[in-house]
């Protein structure tokens, strides 16, 4: 028998069998409530434009129209710890410098140089001062002007006026934000509700452990909608099957700018017949495949074999197995901490191209920026862990940028996971070029689980129509 979900009086399919809120409902501990409430709605049936992922134009009136008024995810806070540490961020055109101060807070110049236009920076690190390297001219840290070759030469320039212009800058969860526009809402209106859900996880406490970005040959938009839903699962990535629970998975849309996808694990597909597969296969398949928690389960410790015991589910044992092996690795009580936040996908997006993980293992962290143009993207994997309780917070690691011939598999910081993303890989090229080729220039997405794709060329209309 179909479900069906009854929004604005639209009867929407959902994958017969129990759905995300019944599993949830079957663990020992549960979730916030916010992980369990229905969330999702309908936002219509009508297919996408297929130009609007290839199209010069179209492009154009991104760079021009959404990219300088949306809060962009431009550096975390362990990648700049000290005072005169910088990240140069760009995209869509535009070059930032984000400096930490003196007092600890955080700017935003334009990565430019008021003379001749030579870009002061092409790398992150560390300085006391900014110098152009054409000619010399030198700003301080805080962007104020600090000398200028052969001043004699430059009776009309003032320092007000050599003052680096500045971008909004605004921090949150450990994230900092850059917007190059200085109006529209603060960066807590924009993340609306994601600051109040995320106070449970407390990104802040944690610290970057892998970071590996590859240039694609696709549009960023493709990219970044192959990581928006699970319906890809079956066919792309077969060796998930047997513990992630795909169809099953939970579309909600939160707020203008924000919305999630909740895939369980620890649970068989509705793809495959169960027939009397055990509940122990779920989870030594899980721990051979699942990208995000197998690392975890050392050979060398005792946890290495998670076994279920009578009258458990893989699900159950799976949780308990995580909530040992938390308190191992980052200390702390995790005895009532859900199975969901232990071993789940939640993958919230928030407009338009950042994507954290919520709960309490080691959470990926993903981005996407065009690179440069309408054809190619850089796509970013962050995976980042909390700091063991009475240890010193270190230093965020490095991009490790992947060259053109390297697979995300060739990156051993990431694990299995680096497997599954170029599983992702191998449709992204080609589906921009099918685009280009398409006859019907449509694209049609599915009501339900391609919710969130739809909410964000939404979001994006809005933007485009100002």
Same mark, same amino acid.
């Given at each position: 028998m179909t479900d069906f979900n009854h929004d604005d009086e639209h009867e929407v399919a959902?994958?017969?069998?129990?759905?995300?809120?019944?599993?949830?409902?079957?663990?020992?501990?549960?979730?916030?409530?916010?992980?369990?409430?229905?969330?999702?709605?309908?936002?219509?049936s009508e297919p996408i434009d297929a130009a609007r992922y290839y199209s010069p134009e179209f492009f154009g009136r991104e760079i021009e129209k959404m990219w300088p008024n949306v809060w962009q995810f431009a550096a975390r806070d362990e990648d700049m710890p000290e005072p005169g540490?910088?990240?140069?961020?760009?995209? &869509?055109?535009?070059?930032?410098?984000?400096?930490?101060?003196?007092?600890? %807070?955080?700017? =935003? @110049?334009?990565?430019?140089?008021?003379?001749r236009g030579r870009k002061l920076k092409a790398d992150s690190g560390s300085a006391s001062r900014f110098i152009?390297?054409?000619?010399?001219?030198t700003w301080n840290t805080d962007g104020s002007l600090r000398d200028i070759p052969c001043r004699w030469d430059f009776a009309h320039l003032t320092d007000e006026k050599m003052q680096l212009p500045q971008a909004a800058v605004a921090t949150?969860?450990?994230?900092?934000?850059?917007?190059?526009?200085?109006?529209g809402p603060s960066l807590e209106e924009y993340l609306d509700p994601l600051p109040e859900f995320f106070k449970r996880w407390k990104h802040e406490d944690c610290v970057t452990v &892998?970071?590996?970005?590859?240039?694609?040959?696709?549009?960023?938009?493709? %990219?970044?909608? =192959? @990581?928006?839903?699970?319906?890809?699962?079956?066919?792309?990535?077969?060796?998930?099957?047997p513990f992630t629970g795909d169809a099953n998975a939970a579309y909600h849309v939160l707020g203008e700018h924000v919305n999630v996808n909740y895939t369980p694990f620890g649970v068989i597909s509705p793809h495959i017949k169960r027939a009397e597969l055990p509940e122990q296969w779920i989870v030594d398949e899980f721990r051979k495949y699942n990208g995000r928690s197998a690392d975890n389960y050392d050979p060398d410790k005792d946890n290495a074999n998670v076994r279920v015991p009578e009258g458990k589910t893989?699900?159950?044992?799976l949780g308990e197995a995580m909530r040992t092996t938390s308190a191992q690795m980052f200390g702390g009580d995790y005895s009532r901490i859900s199975e969901s936040e232990l071993l789940d996908a939640l993958v919230y997006n928030v407009f338009p191209n950042f994507a954290p993980w919520g709960g309490f293992m080691p959470n990926?962290?993903?981005?996407?920026?065009?690179?440069?143009?309408?054809?190619?993207?850089l796509m970013e994997v962050r995976v980042i862990a909390r700091v063991p309780e009475g240890q010193p917070r270190p230093a965020g690691v490095p991009l490790h940028m992947l060259g053109e011939s390297e697979r995300w598999a060739d990156a051993p910081e990431l694990g299995v996971l680096g497997g599954v993303v170029d599983q992702d890989m191998e449709n992204m090229e080609l589906t921009h070029e099918g685009l280009k080729a398409s006859k019907n220039q449509r694209v049609e997405l599915g009501d339900y689980q391609e919710t969130r794709i739809r909410h964000f060329h939404q979001a994006l209309d809005r933007y485009l129509q100002h």
């Open positions: 959902r994958c017969p069998g129990p759905r995300w809120e019944d599993i949830l409902a079957a663990d020992d501990v549960q979730p916030p409530a916010f992980v369990a409430e229905d969330r999702y709605r309908y936002l219509g540490d910088y990240v140069t961020y760009e995209n &869509a055109g535009r070059s930032f410098l984000i400096v930490r101060q003196e007092d600890g %807070t955080v700017r =935003a @110049f334009h990565n430019v140089c008021l003379h152009c390297p054409f000619h010399g001219f949150w969860g450990g994230y900092i934000f850059v917007r190059d526009n200085p109006e &892998a970071w590996v970005g590859k240039v694609v040959k696709a549009n960023w938009k493709i %990219t970044m909608e =192959a @990581f928006m839903e699970s319906y890809h699962a079956y066919v792309t990535h077969p060796q998930l099957m893989a699900r159950q044992a990926v962290v993903y981005r996407w920026r065009p690179w440069p143009d309408q054809d190619h993207c």
